[in-house]
């Protein structure tokens, strides 16, 4: 089974910046898409960046426009998100995940089907 396992959150100031990584192993990657979700107490969990399988395409919420950067490094199996300017409404734990399905532009939280199991971003007022 794929197996994500996500890294880099923390406690950190308002306007400060985090980098967040996540490291998958046990199916491909090269092949798949890959998101980062975050998930606030009690509210649903949102799709916050995706990334085409190759780099060449992605996509934000409105909300991390020009402050977050989803990235990959296929030689590494891993994927990133850059986060700057961090406000304390993007308090909450971050997932990383893959496509269900090769060489696909995911559009639906549904077509993810392999999960991380998360990490903290706390940001401070």
């Known amino acids: 089974q794929v197996q994500l396992v996500e890294s880099g959150g923390g406690l950190v100031q308002a306007g400060g910046s985090l980098l967040l990584s996540c490291a998958v192993s046990g199916g491909t990657f090269i092949t798949h898409s890959m998101g980062w979700f975050r998930q606030h107490p009690g509210k649903e969990r949102e799709s916050v960046a995706t990334i085409n399988w190759r780099g060449h395409t992605t996509d934000y919420v409105d909300s991390v426009k020009g402050r977050f950067t989803i990235s990959r490094d296929n030689t590494e199996n891993t994927v990133y998100l850059e986060m700057k300017d961090l406000r304390p409404e993007d308090t909450a734990v971050y997932y990383c995940?893959?496509?269900?399905?090769?060489?696909?532009?995911?559009?639906?939280?549904?077509?993810?089907?392999?999960w991380g199991q998360g990490t903290q971003v706390t940001v401070s007022s």
């Open positions: 995940a893959r496509d269900s399905n090769p060489y696909h532009w995911p559009r639906w939280s549904n077509d993810f089907d392999s």
